[in-house]
């Protein structure tokens, strides 16, 4: 980020004093509300507890407040958030300030399966290279299986929702 003159941008933008919180801050705000224990909170706002509330109002106004960072310097009409989190999604949808859509993209579950048995390599940003660990197909089954579902329960809180399958999207 501090070396990408377009989130050197952003940051600017987002902080104009100049004064970012501690990003590990900001990493346990977003834990404190992302959490997968959370989603009953997310799904049925009734039962949310006043300090929970607290906390998703923060980081709610910070992702509002990132997401029009983003759309001034970027100057696009649309921004594509590609994360596959159904917590994320609850987030963007308490936003009344955001016009979120959402699309949930269905992978082929054999094809998932395939690309979780594969040894990847993933070249980090300090240059060094990692491996991702890979998965068993009953582990890679589960949660496929599990997070697709959630994602569907999830998506019919959006007006505006579309399911694709990746294969179409991709051809």
């Known amino acids: 980020v501090s070396e990408c003159p377009f989130w050197q941008a952003v940051m600017c933008r987002l902080f104009p004093n100049g004064a970012a919180p501690d990003p590990r801050k900001l990493r346990d705000l977003r834990a404190s509300v992302q959490a997968v224990k959370h989603i009953p909170f997310l799904l049925f706002p009734r ?5 929970f509330q ?47 859509r959402f699309v949930h993209v269905v992978r082929d579950s054999r094809a ?23 998965r068993s197909m009953l582990r890679t089954a589960l949660v496929w299986n599990l997070r697709n579902i959630l994602l569907s329960v999830v998506g019919r809180r959006f007006t505006h929702r579309a399911t694709v399958r990746y294969e179409a999207f991709v051809r």
């Open 47 to 51: 039962i949310r507890p006043a300090r």
């Open 54 to 100: 607290r906390r998703l109002d923060a980081y709610v106004d910070i992702t509002e407040r990132l997401y029009r960072a983003i759309h001034c310097v970027s100057g696009g009409k649309v921004i594509v958030d590609s994360s596959k989190l159904a917590a994320y999604a609850l987030v963007l949808g308490e936003s009344d300030q955001l016009d979120v």
């Open 112 to 134: 998932c399966v395939h690309s979780w048995r594969r040894v990847k390599r993933t070249l980090l940003a300090d240059g060094t290279v990692e491996y991702m660990g890979n």
